[in-house]
C-alpha cells in the first residue's frame, strides 16, 4: 500500500514562508514525475510545479520566481519551498506522484493559510 504524507502546510502572513513536503512511503516503483497542485475555495484545481526524474521544473506563471520544487529521490520525498506568499496562495495543496509504470497516487491535501 502507497502512502502520500504531506506535511509543512500553516498559517502565515503575507510575504512569510512555508515549506510543504510530501514523502512517499510503501512498495512503490521508479518515480517519475513529482507535482504539487492547489485548490482554492470555489475555484478549480491547478497545477502549481512539477518536478521530473531528470530534475526539471516547471511553475505556474502565478508562482514563479517565489516557489521552488525540488526533491529527493532517496527518500522518495518532493518538497515545495514557497516564499513572497500572497493572500492569493491560500488553498488546500496536494503533491501527486507518478511512476514508471504509471501509477498515480495523490496527498491528502495540507492547508495552507495566507493572512494580509
Known amino acids: 500500500q502507497v502512502q502520500l504524507v504531506e506535511s509543512g502546510g500553516g498559517l502565515v502572513q503575507a510575504g512569510g514562508s512555508l515549506r510543504l513536503s510530501c514523502a512517499a512511503s510503501g512498495s512503490i516503483d521508479r518515480i517519475n514525475d513529482m507535482r504539487w497542485y492547489r485548490q482554492a475555495p470555489g475555484k478549480q484545481r491547478e497545477l502549481v510545479a512539477l518536478?521530473?526524474?531528470?530534475?526539471?521544473?516547471n511553475y505556474a506563471d502565478s508562482v514563479k520566481g517565489r516557489f521552488t520544487i525540488s526533491r529527493d529521490n532517496a527518500k522518495n520525498t518532493v518538497y515545495l519551498q514557497m516564499n513572497a506568499l500572497k493572500p492569493e496562495d491560500t488553498a488546500v495543496y496536494c503533491c501527486?506522484?507518478?511512476?514508471?509504470?504509471?501509477?498515480?497516487?495523490w496527498g491528502q491535501g495540507t492547508q495552507v493559510t495566507v493572512s494580509s
Open positions: 501527486r506522484v507518478i511512476t514508471t509504470t504509471r501509477y498515480d497516487y
Open positions: 518536478i521530473t526524474s531528470g530534475g526539471s521544473t
